[in-house]
């Protein structure tokens, strides 16, 4: 907090105007019904001179109840929307009913409410085509308007503090596009900024806030609130998204509702009581009564919601359901509604994918209302929780390769086989240019698809290549299941048949890729990790490339093929060190299932002088971790 911040909380203890925060998440019934036995704040319609515009103009001020001039007020000025003028706000919102009630309760800071018309310009009115060129740049005009001739006028007539730290701003639809952008344009005048069902006259988040340490360091609050079927949605989402991901604290909320009146009473209500006071930012992500749907959702899918803090609502509607749990690897009850609606909030998830079912009178089956992803040695829903770092696999304005889905008949197996294939931007229309390749292998209870879906191999690889961090390359995601299992040698030894003498000759035959060990590289996670290990290192001639991604060789259920593997190491250090140029082996922190496993096996390495690049990365075992692995992994490929 900077000295002005201290000065300001002091000054609340010393007037005793410090109130405790109670969350309150929406306001209550009849908050905007006049009451009889209370004091009221009154409305004055005034008249300014306009040097901007080059007339007079007129503006709504509210006074508080028991306002005096011998006292000074922090000033908010409250903005309009686009059909609106300075009366919008009192004929459709009522404001001084809400205020009004609000000081009743205790809940507000005494303040001077500023009403003033938003459309600069000599004719102002509402009339006409409202969309004109002229009108619509009588908005962005008005802020020269508000910083020149408006709030001068305002401390000059009326006892205002004129600090900063005492000026707030907010509006609605084009208002809420104006604060957003007046009030974060210039951070040496407002230190309160809200946007309700902000506009499309919302400048893009990196105009809004160029520079995040600046906002942080200025802004005592920043309010972005829009109704969830609000079709302008978007346009706070954004600016929701940016600011997460440069850490600028901030309230966004979201509610039930259209773009309406009933959204910005309720925003106002919420946005008031929170000004002029200290606010505690640790509670931010806490006040939304909506999250936002999650990007698995199907289609206009509601839920699951994500809220900001990364808490989750699942619903599942199941009237005739005696007992319904949510299986997130913890289960959670689900309560059921009225109307035969189950309902659950989770605590805040971790970063990232997630499977989860709904246990339905004991039978666990996916979410309608998700995609479903083979996990778990089944189908099973997925929820994909946003994070801050999570860009490197952002869909983006860059050129994108493709993913294809191949069958091909293994000799080995004797029996058809799938697999999908990422083919790098620029792949069909450079016909004379051959890549190298990357085989990728799934975990246990997984298949090919993992890869291609859990794993979004494809944008990371865009994202990468477009950057310049790694090379054009084919990936090859195939089905790492065997007829026997993995964690037997006969396992093994199908798994490495079936890539030595199908699949990569398949690939070789149909795909324009380079041949030679130091063009190929083979990775996997978890049991496709043992699989990597064991036909990798037995292989080098083939792969000049290894990732291991949350793996390792598990002595108590493969002690006599990790002892084999051991002595054939040892016995080819230096074969193995000259012909890998990477060796590189991943795990997801300590609460990685498989963390003591590698690390045990690593001990190994050392001792055998085996060389090879350790990373880590927090997590667990999980796909945030696995899309990390393969993030850094393939930009030290060839």
């Known amino acids: 907090m900077n000295c002005s911040k201290n000065l300001l909380f002091l000054l609340f203890l010393i007037t005793g105007h410090l109130y405790a925060q109670q969350l309150e998440k929406e306001a209550p019934v009849g908050f905007d019904q006049p009451r009889d036995g209370i004091t009221h704040g009154k409305i004055d319609t005034i008249t300014y001179t306009s040097v901007t515009v080059g007339n007079e103009r007129q503006t709504l001020i509210y006074t508080p109840?028991?306002?005096?001039?011998?006292?000074?007020?922090?000033?908010?000025?409250?903005?309009?929307?686009?059909?609106?003028?300075?009366?919008?706000?009192?004929?459709?919102?009522?404001?001084?009913?809400?205020?009004?009630?609000?000081?009743?309760?205790?809940?507000?800071?005494?303040m001077i409410v500023v009403m003033p018309n938003g459309r600069a310009m000599k004719d102002d009115r509402a009339g006409g085509n409202i969309m004109e060129p002229e009108k619509v740049q009588a908005f962005a005009t008005?802020?020269?308007?508000?910083?020149?001739?408006?709030?001068?006028?305002?401390?000059?007539?009326?006892?205002?503090?004129?600090?900063?730290?005492?000026?707030?701003?907010?509006?609605?639809?084009?208002?809420?596009?104006?604060s957003l952008n007046f009030g974060l344009g210039n951070l040496d005048k407002f230190a309160w900024v809200g946007g309700f069902s902000s506009a499309p006259n919302t400048r893009v988040p990196e105009e809004l806030v160029p520079d995040p340490e600046k906002a942080k360091e200025l802004l005592n609050l920043l309010w972005i609130s829009c109704g969830d079927a609000d079709g302008l949605l978007g346009f706070s989402s954004r600016t929701h998204e940016y600011l997460v991901k440069n850490d600028v604290p901030h309230i966004y909320y979201l509610e039930a509702g259209g773009h309406d009146f009933k959204v910005w009473k309720n925003g106002l209500y919420m946005y008031s009581q929170l000004l002029f006071k200290p606010v505690d930012q640790s509670k931010f992500n806490q006040y939304s009564p909506l999250g936002t749907p999650a990007a698995t959702n199907v289609r206009s899918a509601k839920y699951p919601q994500i809220f900001p803090d990364r808490r989750t609502a699942f619903r599942l509607k199941a009237p005739e359901a005696e007992k319904v749990q949510l299986d997130l690897g913890k289960k959670y009850d689900m309560v059921k509604s009225e109307e035969g609606v189950w309902e659950v909030t989770t605590d805040p998830l971790g970063e990232g994918f997630h499977y989860y079912s709904f246990i339905i009178d004991g039978v666990a089956v996916a979410d309608p209302s998700s995609d479903t992803?083979?996990?778990?040695?089944?189908?099973?829903?997925?929820?994909?929780?946003p994070f801050k770092g999570d860009g490197y696999y952002e869909l983006k304005d860059v050129p994108h390769g493709d993913v294809r889905r191949i069958r091909y008949f293994s000799k080995v197996l004797r029996a058809w086989r799938q697999a999908f294939i990422y083919t790098p931007p620029g792949y069909d229309s450079n016909t004379s240019e051959e890549y190298p390749a990357l085989y990728i292998y799934h975990g246990g209870g997984e298949d090919e698809t993992g890869w291609a879906r859990q794993g979004k191999t494809d944008l990371i690889l865009d994202n990468l290549i477009a950057e310049g961090k790694a090379k054009p390359m084919l990936v090859v995601m195939p089905d790492g299941n065997m007829p026997a299992s993995a964690f037997t040698e006969n396992g093994l030894k199908q798994f490495e048949a079936e890539l030595k003498l199908s699949l990569i000759p398949y690939i070789e035959e149909n795909y324009r890729v380079?041949?030679?060990a130091e063009n190929r590289a083979l990775a996997g996670l978890s049991m496709?990790?043992?699989?990597?290990?064991?036909?990798?290192?037995?292989?080098?001639?083939?792969?000049?490339?290894?990732?291991?991604?949350?793996?390792?060789?598990?002595?108590?259920?493969?002690?006599?093929?990790?002892?084999?593997?051991?002595?054939?190491?040892?016995?080819?250090?230096?074969?193995?060190?000259?012909?890998?140029?990477?060796?590189?082996?991943?795990?997801?922190?300590?609460?990685?299932?498989?963390?003591?496993?590698?690390?045990?096996?690593?001990?190994?390495?050392?001792?055998?002088?085996?060389?090879?690049?350790?990373?880590?990365?927090?997590?667990?075992?999980?796909?945030?971790?696995?899309?990390?692995?393969?993030?850094?992994?393939?930009?030290?490929?060839?």
């Open 65 to 110: 109840p028991g306002y005096s001039e011998k006292e000074k007020y922090p000033v908010l000025y409250l903005l309009h929307g686009i059909g609106g003028d300075e009366r919008e706000w009192l004929n459709g919102g009522h404001p001084e009913v809400i205020l009004d009630n609000l000081y009743a309760d205790g809940k507000l800071e005494p």
């Open 142 to 178: 008005f802020e020269q308007d508000l910083l020149n001739d408006l709030i001068p006028f305002i401390e000059k007539e009326y006892p205002v503090l004129t600090d900063r730290e005492f000026r707030a701003i907010a509006g609605l639809s084009m208002g809420g596009g104006q």
């Open 373 to 385: 992803f083979y996990g778990m040695g089944r189908m099973a829903s997925g929820i994909e929780v």
């Open 514 to 516: 380079k041949s030679g």
């Open 528 to 638: 496709g990790g043992i699989q990597t290990l064991y036909a990798g290192v037995n292989n080098t001639d083939l792969f000049a490339y290894l990732g291991v991604f949350s793996s390792g060789w598990i002595a108590s259920r493969l002690p006599e093929i990790a002892d084999a593997q051991y002595v054939f190491m040892k016995e080819n250090a230096d074969k193995i060190n000259s012909e890998l140029a990477m060796f590189w082996i991943a795990m997801g922190g300590k609460e990685d299932i498989a963390y003591e496993n590698c690390q045990t096996m690593m001990r190994k390495f050392d001792e055998m002088n085996i060389d090879y690049t350790y990373s880590e990365y927090p997590g667990g075992h999980t796909w945030p971790v696995w899309r990390n692995n393969l993030y850094n992994f393939s930009q030290l490929l060839f």
